[in-house]
T-cell receptor, first 111, second 110 residues
């Protein structure tokens, strides 16, 4: 049972490049979400999904897209990377009103 | 006003000490409450859920005061391995989305 997996672990991008951060869970959880964590800011919700085909914006959605075509996968796309998107990105999943399980994170540096 | 507020610390305590963290939340409709632990450069992990009657897990005790919208975590007999950031977490209106406090940093020293 792998839980929540994220790839890549580290990534360096140049301003304007696009990329997709992958997230997968094998616990059949309905809810998946993406957070970014910056020093002094805590965890901030980017986008979330309550099931396949359903996504919604969180607190800081600008510059990011998501889709949920399957229960297992919830990729996060950066359309045109900016230095302000340098951060640590965590994916999480849960059942309704239950504990959220986090992936190990992706550390992104945008130059 | 932030949904969940915590004292960022840091709390520096000697081994064996008892330390308490507090947290307040703004959404009176919240139903689920948690304490997560986050080690440096790692993902947050559930420490314990917080129940209305209060609950204990070994050296850790969590309390909830719904009237004051206040959650606490007490750590007894602190260990060096307790050094971490402790995140207060409260669910939002949907029952899915969680609101995280910024965390309280604890350093336990020999």
């Amino acid at each position: 049972n792998a839980g929540v997996t994220q790839t890549p672990k580290f990534q360096v991008l140049k301003t304007g490049q696009s990329m997709t951060l992958q997230c997968a869970q094998d616990m059949n959880h309905e809810y998946m979400s993406w957070y970014r964590q910056d020093p002094g800011m805590g965890l901030r919700l980017i986008h979330y999904s309550v099931g396949a085909g359903i996504t919604d914006q969180g607190e800081v959605p600008n510059g990011y897209n998501v889709s949920r075509s399957t229960t297992e996968d919830f990729p996060l796309r950066l359309l045109s990377a900016a230095p302000s998107q340098t951060s640590v990105y965590f994916c999480a999943s849960s059942a309704h009103q239950e504990t959220q399980y986090f992936g190990p994170g992706t550390r992104l540096l945008v130059l | 006003r932030k949904e969940v507020e915590q004292d960022p610390g840091p709390f520096n305590v000697p081994e064996g000490a008892t330390v308490a963290f507090n947290c307040t939340y703004s959404n009176s409709a919240s139903q689920s409450f948690f304490w997560y632990r986050q080690d440096c450069r790692k993902e947050p992990k559930l420490l314990m859920s917080v129940y209305s009657s209060g609950n204990e897990d070994g050296r850790f005790t969590a309390q909830l005061n719904r009237a004051s919208q206040y959650i606490s975590l007490l750590i007894r007999d602190s260990k060096l391995s307790d050094s971490a950031t402790y995140l207060c977490v409260v669910n939002g209106d949907s029952g899915y989305a969680l609101n995280f406090g910024k965390g309280t940093s604890l350093l336990v020293t020999p």
